[in-house]
């Protein structure tokens, strides 16, 4: 069974940083790539930033890029999402999932794609 963890989130003033770090585990891992998603309060969960484990091409939304870098560390079976100028509507609980295809012609935001999912962290950025 994969299991997704994720850590690093926390409060921040607005303008600072963090870092997000989600370690897959289980003994048949295997993935396609990775992406974050958050969701704030009375929102839909949204689509953050994704990776192509494979080749690491990186895509963002247009709210995140700029500021958000996602990476992975194959030898640990861990993605990051570092997190700049964060601003009080990133305030949010991240989550990271694990899709197990990848094909350019799908959006890499699109949630019913990924199949794992950690439960989250909460990101609160004051300002």
């Known amino acids: 069974q994969e299991q997704l963890v994720e850590s690093g989130g926390g409060l921040v003033q607005a303008g600072g940083s963090l870092r997000l770090s989600c370690a897959a585990s289980?003994?048949?891992?295997?993935?396609?790539?990775m992406g974050w998603f958050r969701q704030a309060p009375g929102k839909e969960r949204q689509f953050v930033a994704a990776i192509r484990w494979s080749i690491g091409t990186t895509h963002y939304s247009g709210s995140v890029k700029g500021r958000f870098t996602i990476s992975r560390d194959n030898t640990k079976n861990t993605v990051y999402l570092q997190m700049n100028s964060l601003k009080p509507e990133d305030t949010a609980v991240y989550y990271c999932?694990?899709?197990?295809?990848?094909?350019?012609?799908?959006?890499?935001?699109?949630?019913?794609?990924?199949?794992?999912w950690g439960q989250g962290t909460q990101v609160t950025v004051s300002s």
């Open positions: 289980g003994r048949t891992f295997s993935t396609a790539g």
């Open positions: 999932a694990s899709r197990t295809y990848w094909s350019d012609s799908v959006y890499p935001g699109m949630e019913t794609t990924y199949g794992y």
